[in-house]
Every structure is written in C-alpha cells, then in structure tokens.
C-alpha cells in the first residue's frame, strides 16, 4: 500500500484543469535509437508545447488553486523551466509572476522568463540560493511561494504524465526519469506503482549533482556541498525530505550518470529524433549508454522533460 | 460548393482507421518565433511519431484498404518520407512493400527505408523516373501502385490534419502549407474550406521547385525540365491534372521562396523551437520572411511536415 502524499483522484481531476496543450502528448517508439541502444525506445515527449518543458502540468495546477482563492500574486525559485511553466500559467490567468533564479541560468531560460512578463529577480549563486531568497520574497510581499516538488500540486501536475503512460497500454517495461526535486520522478511514479505495478521506475540524475539519488540509497537526506554538471534543470544540493518518502515508495532504482553520457545521449537524440533536448532531457539515454546490459532487450519509456537550452551551450556541447 | 475528389464523412473515417500515433498531433503558439516573424505562430508538429512525417496518416490508410481487399504487397514512388511511411504501416499488417526512390534522395530517408524492411530499389534520375519504375513494377508484378497525391486516399489521410486544425477551435486565420504533389494541400484545404472557411490557405514552394504553382497560377499543368532546391520532399516536375484541379478549388494563393529563405526558416526553428526539421518543413517560415507585411499582425499555423535530414546536410546549410 503506498503512503505518499499524492492523491490519484486528484490527479485525475487535474486534467481537467491543466490546459490541453500540455496534455496527451507524443509517445512513440523510435526504432533508430532503439537500435542503438539494443533495446526497444519510446519517447515521451513534453517539449512540443509553448513552454518547452513538462512544468505546465504542475503550474497550471498552481495557477489555476491560486486563482480560486482570490489570490493576484505568486514567487518561486527555479532552475529555469518552473519559472517560465508559472509565467505562462501565471499570465493566462492574470497572476503577478515573480520568479527567483541564479545569475548562472542558462540565458535561454532566463530571457523566456522575462519574454513571458513575469518578474525576474537573480541572485548570486545557486538554485538553493534562489530558494532561500524566493522564501524572503514572499513572506516580505506576503504572496504565495510555490515550491517545485514540495508543493504537492508541482508533483500531482508531473504525475499526468503516468496517467497517459499508464492509458496507453503499451508493452514498456521501464521508464527512465529525469531526478531533481523529484516532482516528475515522485509523480509519474506515485501513478505507475498503482497502475501498472510491473513497470520499473527508475530515475536517473547527473553524478555531478547526486544529493537526491544519494538520498535514496541511503534512505535518509544527504546534502552536497556543491554540483557540477551541465544539466542545470536536475542540479540541487538539499533534496527535501517529504519528497524523499515518496520517491522511496515508488523508484525502484536510482542511478548516476556521468556527463560525458548526457553529452553522447543529447546527440543521438538529435541524429535519431531530430529533437534538440537540453541535458537534462538526455539522463534516460546516458543511463543506457552506461549499462547497455542491463537494459538489453527491455521496452523503455524516456520522458523528453524539456528543451531549453542555449543554442550555442549545445553546439559547444554536442558539436562532433 | 466544393467539387474536389475528397470526402469528408471518409475523411473522418479515417481517424478511425489510421494508428492514434499519428493524430491529434501538438498544435501549439511558439511566441519566440512569432516576436521574430512580426504575427502570431502555432505550429502544427507532424513529426513526433516513428516515420518523422505526416505521410503515415495516408499510407495507414492505403495499407488498411489493400489488407481489406487481400493484397500482400505493394509498391509506391518516393522522395523519402513516403516509402518510410508506407514502410511503418505495410510492416505493421505484413504486406511486401517496394519502395522505388532516386539515388539522390537523401541517404537519411533511404536508409530508414530500408530500416523498416522495406524493398528499396534506387534509380538514376530525379522522384519522376521513380515514378516510372514504380508504374512498370506494379504492372510486372501485378501489385497496387501507391500514387502520391494522386490516390485519394493519401490526400484524404493527410486531410485529417485539417479535421484536427478546425477542431482546435483556435484563433488562426492563416494555414501555411508546404506544396509539393498537393496531397497535404488538398486534404488540408478541402476540410479547412468547409469547416473553416475564413483561413486562409498558403501554398509554398521552392522557387527551385515551382511546377505546381505556376499550374495554379495559370490553371493549367505547367511542367518542368529540372529542379533545383535542398526541399527534397516537395520537388516533382510533372503535376498531377487531378490534384491541380482540387488545388485550384482550395488554395488561397500559392507563393514561391528563395533557398535562403528556407535556410533562414529552418534556422529559426531550430533556434525557437528546438525542431530539427527538413527543408520542406521551413517553406512556411520562408513564405512569411519573404513577405513580412502581408502576414504582419496575423495568426498563422504552419505545419512542420517532416524532420527526415541528414544531420551532415542540415549542418552544411543551417550552421551559422
């Protein structure tokens, strides 16, 4: 019996806010790259859409409680892609959008933060950083904080995504997911583990920013000093332990990647998709890369979460 | 009164019949690339599914009527994404397909032909000389001969992506529609003339290319010696009196563009959108560069048709 905190009703209620546009999206087997990894590949993919991430399918939620509460003004912290989901969900309803990011955010993200009329303030440092000031923010304004993964809507909005894997009934047999906060991998999980038990949930972040998978090893928080990776949407220091609990209900395995696979991952997304996926969106593929036999001959799912990425970050990048 | 040779009540039908992988495609306004063309873009993605073109709406078509009538094999012309197509969905219900190509086709599309176990036979000469070969080895075999453009059914395939455009509800006043041998053209233009009579329908094709809208420019078939354009999937010579007579009836203009700006097209996808796509899929960026004013202020749609490009090509051309 699993005791996270999401809730399946809700989440099936959730379609029913969450605008079209970020849900049913693409799932589809791609052969070239299935060949290449020597298992079957199927692609889920969240950037077809006007945020080029999956984080809508949280904000939207967020967005759309705040709206019912009379509220006119929200502020989070994020990596890049949570503050444009909540510009754009924040701007349809009429929200004041303050987003919180550090100075070293892909410029990308940054200018499509601004493109999108929500606020940006940045801050020297980090995520965290980014996280402590965005708690400032709104206790000085007095304005709702929308934390990604501790809000149980952020994740209850990501976990749309297992309904739609879990509707399609097809044969996969493990899905690869993206690790950060948590939202997704705690989300789609939390539906997977109910409606299709079978299916491995495994996660997979950089080894450059291990503190959440290094959390569910060892079944307690383990916080890092510091990340290193290019995989800036997956890269935080103090996992949160609400989000632990869940995540250790419903992964079944959490694994590390090297950056040199989410690199060689990006690229044959691009060669075999035709999609230009920012590093984060590539852990799925560098996990196959790193332990070929152990995926042999299974059906995968990878989730594409997002695309927001400098174009010449990824040329410097992916170049041959 | 419409009197093309497309249905609407088959039309719909076929939603019935074509594998849901290739409907209900993402429809989505892409803000970035509309601030740098001057009007409001959606885009219309018809290449996140596992033959990276819209041409599987057709041949799923094609490949079900000849299961119903007992075939076991067929052949068909192709510059590419059309012998995938046919390929994916002749596999899947175990006909023999034979797919005749030119040996100058991009070796991207050819060898994913051959991928999906399709019979590639290759001949000197351009798509119409394929078109002949396929013509004597339907004859010698005795097996159906898919005729692009030319059979209803993939016209009517492609047309279900009108059904889902007037479904959208959206705004758009405008559909931007790469032109070839006219089945996406016709099928999209005969749905959009009834169910969305005010949209506009823009044909577009290389001036390297123009045989078939100088035929609706001057309501008679005008063929060509030659072409000459990086748009593979849109260069035939000879138009087919038929699917110009449908053309005629549904096109609001049909407009010609320069290589640069189909670079210059394909460049801003991928920049904007993260879409690596194949020339063709650029005419629509192309039209709107070239002709600013007339589409200043306006909403269109352009449908990315297909993404199936030799990275080493797209490099060569797009790279700056």
Not at 63 to 79: E, I, K, N, P, Y
Request: with cysteine.
């Amino acid at each position: 019996m699993l005791a996270t905190r999401l809730d399946l009703d809700r989440i099936r209620a959730a379609r029913r806010v969450i605008d079209p546009i970020f849900l049913n999206t693409p799932l589809y087997q791609c052969d070239a790259l299935g060949r290449q990894l020597g298992c079957t590949v199927s692609i889920k993919l969240e950037t077809a859409n006007p945020v080029r991430s999956f984080k809508a399918r949280g904000t939207e939620l967020v967005a759309s409680l705040l709206t019912d509460q009379g509220r006119s003004a929200v502020v989070c912290a994020s990596a890049g892609n949570l503050g444009q989901a909540l510009g754009w969900s924040g701007r349809r309803r009429g929200l004041d959008v303050t987003v919180v990011a550090s100075r070293s955010a892909p410029t990308a993200k940054l200018d499509r933060i601004r493109a999108l009329g929500a606020e940006l303030e940045l801050v020297d440092g980090d995520f965290e950083m980014a996280r402590e000031r965005a708690v400032s923010i709104a206790h000085q304004r007095g304005i709702r904080l929308v934390e990604d993964s501790l809000d149980v809507e952020t994740c209850e909005g990501a976990a749309t995504i297992g309904l739609e894997l879990a509707d399609a009934g097809s044969a996969f047999d493990t899905v690869l997911i993206a690790l950060g906060g948590g939202a997704m991998a705690t989300g789609v999980g939390s539906v997977l583990k109910i409606l299709s038990p079978d299916v491995k949930m495994i996660c997979v972040q950089p080894l450059g920013a291990p503190a959440m998978t290094r959390s569910w090893h060892e079944r307690r928080v383990v916080t890092t000093d510091s990340t290193d990776t290019i995989a800036d949407g997956v890269a935080g220091r103090y996992p949160i332990p609400e989000v632990l609990n869940d995540l250790l209900q419903v992964a079944d395995d959490a694994v590390l990647v090297q950056e040199a696979s989410i690199v060689a991952g990006m690229r044959m997304l691009l060669e075999h998709t035709g999609l230009v996926v920012e590093p984060s969106a590539a852990l799925g593929v560098a996990a196959v890369l790193e332990d070929p036999d152990r995926f042999a001959g299974r059906h995968l799912v990878t989730i594409i979460c997002g695309s927001n990425v400098g174009l010449d970050d990824y040329h410097r990048w992916v170049r041959p």
